[in-house]
Every structure is written in C-alpha cells, then in structure tokens.
C-alpha cells in the first residue's frame, strides 16, 4: 500500500479522527479561557456568543470525528469524509477570524491586540499537532483568522502590533511544515504496519505449505 491509496487514504482520516477524539477538550479550554480572561477585561457579551458559537463548532467536529472513528473503514468514503472534516475546520476557522475581528476600546489590558495574537498562536500551535493527519486543515482554519487580524491592526500599526501580525504570518507557514513532517510520520507509521501485515501473512503462508508438505 502507498500514500494516496484508497485504504491510505482511510487510515489517515481515522487517525485524524481519533486524534480530534483523544484532544476534543483542548481547544475548548482555550476558547473558555480566553471569553473569560475577555469577559474580566471588559469586553462585552460578544465575547460570551462567541464562546458559545466556537464550543459549537469544536462539538460538530468532534461528533464528526467519533462517527468517523467508530465506522469501519472499508465503508468511508475517503474523498466525503476528508470533504466534511475541512468543511468542520473552516467553520471553527470563521469562528477564529470572529475573534481576530474583536475590538475592546474600554479594555483594561494596554495590549490587546497582543493578547489575541497570543490565543491565536497557542491554537494554531494545537490545532498543527492535532490535525496533522489532514492535509491542509492548518490553512483551512487560520488562514482567514491571520488577514482579518492583520486588517484589523492595519489602521493602529504600532511597531508592537506589526510585530505580532508579522508573527502570526511567519508562524502560519512554520507550522504548517510541522504539521506536514507529522503527517509523513503517519504515513511511515502505516507503510510499517502494513508491512508488518505483509510479512505475517508470508509467514502465515510459509507456514501453511510446509505442513502440506510434511
């Protein structure tokens, strides 16, 4: 078996779904963290929505994810699934550019901007470990997220905001090349175990013939 095979194919969006499984709380700590230290520096109820909207979204993904995981995977189909699990991550990716969009002009953190570039950061950097099975859900979910930030800040511009746009930049190609390296880790892993598959079954086979013979 090689990559871009049918069962390939399978596997990798099983794995993808049982990562999406194992860390379904993860990024939903985040988005609760980051509405309440939001919600104690004086934002509005906007950011409470938008808690509630991201928790919804993260939820659809994990449903989706355990469906896919409890499904036997000669039945996916590995061109829909890989289709819905974009479609999930570019929703929750919207859900990120909402929060890359909010202002707070009656803020008490100085800077503010800085902190949403932090949480941006930090779910990037989850989102990088947890999806690295599906190719392109990285670009999928914070692509959108990094131009509305960096509109955003366009009209402020202070050399500390131009620092952190920059950042979120440069940071979103460099992990997409990890999560890349830890999709062809998975890979490798597949192409071992099916290898290990093939050669049980030569033994298997060996073994059958020499007891015909004898």
Known sequence: QQAGSLDFDRELLKLHARAMVVSAVAVPLLVLTAAAAGRLAGLDNQIIIWAFSMLLCYAIVAFM???????????????QTRRDFLIGHFLC???????AGVGCDTCQIDLFHVAKAMVLLVAMAMTAVMASSLGGALFATFAIPVAV??????????PIEAIMAALLIAALPFFGYVARHLNQASLMMLSFRSEKDALIAEVETAKSMSDEAR
């Open 65 to 79: 994810s355990r469906r896919v995981e409890r499904t036997e995977a000669a039945e996916l189909d590995p061109a």
């Open 93 to 99: 990716g919207l859900g990120w550019a909402w929060f």
């Open 149 to 158: 930030y960096v509109y955003t800040i366009a009209r402020l511009w202070t």
